[in-house]
């Protein structure tokens, strides 16, 4: 399932997709920003999940751990083919933390193996014990599995979280870099967008601006019950 994050702008007459390389990596970064936030948050509730008293959820705490991997790792894909900038392991090293190194590089090689290569991080085998008890020899048949657990250590979930922040200063001053360059590139071509954008006044890049548009003209709010 595809979820839309469009920006929506009310009274907007018309939209286009601005595909330019330059508008790309501002969109990227705006993109890594949110998405480590995302895993800070993530990573504050697991934190506060594992000291509360009382047993612990493991089904929410799965959740939590493998949901936290899935999109730490993805801010550092860079074959992604929807995003055009992307962290690196550099950016890491340049906070000069080691414990911060040790987590990412834990938290890339759990995503590399339990995502990017499915079955490749657990391991199934059957072992067999000898019973020999009142004169009678039997050979039972046991399974073991070892795999990757979920996060259980608040202290760790405690260091993501600051990873996240340090990263995403990182990040902001990508995003304010690709905003200055994007917004020299508006100016240089601001007539030309200008005139295109009045040529198709009433149709939209994404279909949630289009449809906001449509209910706009008709003078109703999407957002409120008719009657």
């Known amino acids: ?7 929506l702008v009310p009274n907007s007459v018309a939209s286009i997709y601005h595909d330019t390389k330059r508008a790309k990596s501002y969109a990227s970064w705006l993109s890594i920003g949110m998405e480590i936030e995302v895993v800070r948050q993530i990573a504050l509730r697991l934190e506060r999940m ?4 009382g047993p612990v959820d493991r089904l929410a705490q799965e959740s939590f751990t493998w949901h936290l991997v899935l999109r730490y790792g993805r801010c550092f894909d860079s074959t992604s083919a929807g995003r055009f900038a992307a962290l690196g392991i550099e950016h890491v090293r340049k906070l000069n933390d080691a414990d911060f190194l040790t987590i990412h590089q834990g938290l890339i090689h759990r995503r590399h193996n339990t995502f990017a290569h499915p079955g490749g991080d657990c391991s199934c085998r059957v072992n067999l014990h000898l019973i020999e008890q009142a ?3 039997t050979l039972h048949v046991g399974h073991d599995e070892e795999g990757p657990g979920p996060i259980n250590d608040p202290e760790q979930a405690a260091l993501i979280a600051r990873l996240c922040t340090a990263l995403h200063a990182v990040v902001e001053d990508k995003v304010e870099r690709a905003r200055a360059a994007h917004g020299e590139e508006l100016m240089a071509e601001f007539d030309a967008l200008v005139a295109t954008l009045r040529a198709n006044a009433g149709k939209h890049a994404n279909p949630t601006q289009q ?17």
């Open 1 to 7: 399932m595809q979820v839309n994050y469009a920006s």
């Open 50 to 53: 594992l000291n509360a008293p």
């Open 135 to 137: 004169g009678n020899t």
């Open 211 to 227: 449809a906001l548009s449509i209910f706009a003209r008709l003078g109703q709010n999407p957002a409120e019950p008719r009657s």
